[in-house]
């Protein structure tokens, strides 16, 4: 699951479509944060010049009106009205492939990571042991570590073990890569059984059979 039990598909779908939104603040620091200038609309209080029909007196020859006339212009006048502004802002957003977590873009892989963390868009990082896209995988015989990138080195038909790369010896056999056979009187597995054979015979280092010496028999 993601981040707060979402499932990563819904987180994708919810990042896409920029649904996500935690209320904290993006860290402008964080290098998965990308920026973008967006418009917005604001309602203002604008002064624009307002015409109306002026009237005033002239001197003329109308005598009737005492050589006054009557004329009319068209005079302008300061007057207010609400208006529309688009306004620019930078927002901050998680890059692609990232989401919201507080105040910082973290990784987003739409597969959980099943033995792994998730360390970059759809890009797991698995446990020693594990690998795979999504680190379900466990390593086959012969590798071993973080996406079962290291080859075992052991001998003798030895398994190694797939998180820590360790050689487990098959029966009579010892050393770090299981390359040496068990130290005489010893046998079997992790050579830890005794031999009991008498009269200057060895045993075998895998079954402790006693390999009789020359002129003795019995087992």
Not at 114 to 129: I, M
Not at 138 to 148: I, L, Y
Request: hydrophobic share 25%; glycine share 10%.
């Amino acid at each position: 699951m993601g981040a707060g039990g979402v499932s990563p598909q819904a987180l994708l779908w919810l990042n896409l479509f920029g649904f996500i939104s935690l209320g904290s603040p993006l860290n402008p620091d964080d290098p998965n944060v990308c920026s973008h200038w967006e418009s917005y609309a604001v309602t203002v209080q604008e002064s624009y010049a307002h015409p109306f029909d002026q009237v005033y007196y002239t001197r003329c020859t109308d005598i009737l009106n005492w050589f006054k006339c009557t004329r009319h212009r068209i005079s302008y006048k300061t007057a207010y009205r609400r208006g529309v502004r688009t306004m620019y802002r930078r927002r901050s957003q998680c890059c692609p492939g990232f989401f919201e977590s507080g105040d910082l873009c973290v990784p987003l892989c739409t597969e959980e990571c099943a033995h792994g963390r998730c360390v970059s868009p759809d890009t797991c990082q698995c446990e020693p042991g594990w690998g795979g896209l999504d680190c379900s995988s466990g390593c086959e015989s012969d590798f071993w570590g973080p996406h079962c990138s290291n080859r075992c080195q052991c001998r003798n038909g030895a398994k190694c073990n797939p998180i820590t790369g360790a050689c487990v010896c098959t029966d009579g056999y010892q050393g770090w890569r299981c390359e040496e056979t068990c130290d005489p009187d010893f046998y079997g597995k992790d050579c830890m059984l005794e031999c009991h054979c008498l009269n200057g015979a060895t045993c075998h280092h895998q079954t402790g059979e006693c390999l009789c010496a020359p002129g003795y028999t019995g087992a």
